[in-house]
């Protein structure tokens, strides 16, 4: 089966990355999303977009050097890592900021050097895999994140992964022309980044209120 048509079989409609309201102008001034080494050495984007997170065990001696995972964007299928996402919210606890979902068009799962993991990779036990195969595999009835610590399917849509912390790793840079939609939790917001895209040129990417969208839709059985 192709990843196409395991993108259609199962209803999944959109490739997810959270960032900061900051972040996304400086996606949309620049037209891509980089990674988070990309961040460090671009001088317009550290200087606008702050990085979701302060610190990244990938950047450890001591984490899988297969690749350079600090070089790669951390996407979700469907939904986002609400783990994650509440941990960035933490980091950043009492700056003047409010964050935004970017739901990207799937189609970018065909592209080249994708990694697909059945769990977050920084987990001791995940799979990390190209192609077909790493796309079904993060839909596994049972996931395993570490030794002893495994979460089952119990009967979540198809369209989301057996374990939310499940990643989408993409090559940098990522292309903002498959930027489709963009959710906020409220009007004042939805204005704001409205200006924003149309200020930079995307007039026909969606934002979309919904709050509900930044709960995510956990899976911790």
Known sequence: MTIEQYITDNGITEILHFTTERGLTGCAGTGVVLSRKALNVDQYLSYIASPVSSERKEAQDTFNKDEDWLDYINLSISEINTSYFNAAKRWFRGEDRWWCIMAFD?????????????????????????????????????????????????????????????????????????????????????????????????HSVNVIICPEKFLGVPNTF
Not at 132 to 145: E, K, N, V, W, Y
Not at 155 to 160: C, E, K, S, T
Not at 170 to 197: C, W
């Open 106 to 202: 799937p189609i970018i799962l065909t592209h080249p050097k994708v990694y697909f993991t059945t769990t977050n990779n920084i987990y001791t036990s995940v799979i990390r895999t190209h192609g077909p195969a790493g796309l079904q595999a993060m839909f596994a009835d049972t996931i395993t994140r570490w030794r002893g610590n495994t979460v089952r399917r119990n009967g979540r849509p198809q369209r989301l992964t057996t374990c939310e912390q499940a990643e989408v790793l993409y090559p940098n840079p990522l292309d903002m022309k498959f930027l489709r939609s963009v959710y906020v939790q409220d009007q004042e917001q939805a204005a704001s980044i409205h200006g924003t895209l149309r200020s930079f040129g995307f």
